[in-house]
């Protein structure tokens, strides 16, 4: 068998006789060989690029697995996923809600560039989306479950032309009532009804769909996009629920006295939909096994943001606390990263995914894209290309809303530090490494002068670099023309 070279001079197939032609280089050339058989596994011909398997559940903070040492939740699949994975231990959603970190994932932009930093508005159709990325380079591409990009009403049937580059279609913009969830399947619009608890019926499609391509000649790049664990917190099926008794919840140090006994109501609800998520990534790795894909395909497992819980005295997302900005992510690629797991500590920001899957996959990024490119860092485990994420809130809206403590800000969050200016300055400091719990805020402290001012540096640049010029939030949903209620909602039919 003669090898083929592509266009760009690389192998695109390994034979046998390879290993028998390498007896008559000489040593020298035999590692350019090496390297050049290395080289060919990852610059496949489309029909050997990977699949991609990207499980994003809504409100999973990334304290809240077992690997990452929360003490109460038991997901034993992703415990063993993460030991095989490269384990993003500071990946931050850098507008962490709903639809503004969706759109920066699909988009690979920033919120103010795409112009999502608030739920319930509309992701331009004419937005360069990954998916559509993906579909050009002769990807199957689907979408089951959750999108919120629409923002022409939770349950609006959604037309083709707004489905960012997803072809296999079974959607529904945004429900949390898990246990009476609807969607739409392709182009029909007639309302159909998950049975039972939607993620796990989510789940049996998502793997129809992987078994369907067990034989194909199409690599697919497919999103399971999942409603739990966001609240409401007492709907998983009751055989999760039996698992955590509300008494027994350890919380985390800074949840508030007055709020313990709410704080572990919740948590026991929000651990109960965790763990029935975590089943649901066990039978979805069991199928890329059974099926033989497991090695071709990178599988992603990270969430939209997190949740307080009580943290801070807080609830929900929006705000710039670790509970809030921190997620899961897991990145599994057996065939070009192996299998053994390792952790890598710099941050990563939403508007980063895209262009790393897209290297990963070996496939060109577009120019519309804002974020950087880890492939490299997750291969080497060196040198990231930037040590910090930006962290954003351009407009409050919804649950933190202004009477509820909600502010615009922006911030750094570094690997020890985080920094945040709100509209009157210098917000909040936390040396993270000696106050992993973020109870001390050294803002003006005397002692933390020179990090604030370092730090305070690198937002300016920053958001200098980005056009960002910081201001009030009705300057922007002005910019984009949005309509907002007096709680600075944009409002949304159910
Ligand atoms: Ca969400």
Request: with cysteine; net charge negative.
């Amino acid at each position: 068998m003669i090898e083929r070279l592509n266009t760009v001079g690389r192998t695109t197939s390994r034979t046998p006789t390879q290993a028998g032609l390498a007896i008559y280089l000489s040593a020298d050339w035999f590692v350019v060989f090496l390297a050049f058989i290395a080289c060919s596994a990852r610059a496949a011909e489309p029909a050997h690029r990977p699949n991609v398997l990207y499980l994003v559940a809504d409100q999973w903070r990334a304290a809240a697995t077992g690997y990452a040492g929360d003490p109460n939740v038991k997901t034993p699949h992703l415990d063993n996923l993460a030991a095989q994975s490269v384990n993003f231990t500071r990946a931050v959603s850098g507008c962490p809600v709903c639809s503004p970190h969706r759109a920066s994932l699909m988009t690979g932009q920033f919120p103010l560039t795409n112009g999502v930093f608030m739920n319930d508005v509309h992701l331009r159709d004419d937005a360069t989306c990954l998916a559509e990325v993906f579909l050009a380079a002769g990807y199957d591409t689907g979408l089951i479950g959750k999108w919120h990009l629409d923002g022409r009403g939770r349950s609006n049937y959604i037309p083709p032309e707004s489905r960012q580059g997803f072809d296999y279609w079974k959607v529904l913009e945004c429900t949390h009532d898990y246990n009476h969830s609807f969607y739409y399947a392709g182009n029909d619009p007639t309302k159909l009804t998950w049975p039972g608890y939607d993620a796990i019926a989510q789940t049996q499609d998502a793997i129809q769909y992987i078994k369907g391509h067990t034989h194909g000649d199409k690599p697919f790049l497919l999103f399971v996009s999942w409603g739990p664990p966001h609240n409401p917190y007492q709907t998983a099926p009751q055989n999760y629920r039996a698992i955590y008794e509300p008494d027994k919840i350890e919380l985390r140090p800074n949840v508030p006295e007055k709020l313990h006994k709410k704080a572990q109501q919740d948590l026991a609800g929000y651990y109960a939909h965790c763990t029935a998520l975590d089943d649901c990534v066990g039978e979805l790795l069991k199928t890329l096994d059974d099926t033989g894909l497991a090695g071709n395909t990178i599988v992603v497992f990270s969430s939209d943001h997190g949740a307080m819980l009580g943290s801070q005295g807080q609830d929900r997302k929006q705000r710039p606390w670790d509970e809030s900005i921190r997620v899961p992510l897991l990145v599994r690629y057996p065939r070009d990263l192996g299998n053994t797991g390792r952790r890598l500590d710099a941050p990563i920001n939403t508007p980063d995914l895209m262009p790393t899957l897209l290297a990963l996959a070996d496939l060109k990024c577009p120019d519309t894209v804002e974020g950087l490119d880890y492939s490299n860092y997750i291969r080497t485990g060196k040198n990231p290309p930037k040590d910090f994420a930006l962290i954003s809130c351009p407009a409050p809206f919804g649950e933190w809303s202004r009477s509820n403590g909600g502010r615009e800000f922006r911030g750094v969050r570094t690997e020890r530090f985080t920094y945040v200016r709100d509209l009157n300055g210098p917000w909040l400091l936390y040396d993270n490494q000696t106050d992993p719990f973020q109870q001390h805020n050294q803002v003006k402290a005397p002692d933390a002068a020179d990090d604030q001012k370092k730090l305070d540096l690198l937002l300016k640049r920053t958001l200098h670099d980005h056009h960002d010029e910081f201001l009030p939030a009705d300057k922007y949903i002005a910019r984009w023309g949005y309509k907002v209620d007096a709680n600075g909602t944009v409002p949304y039919t159910p």
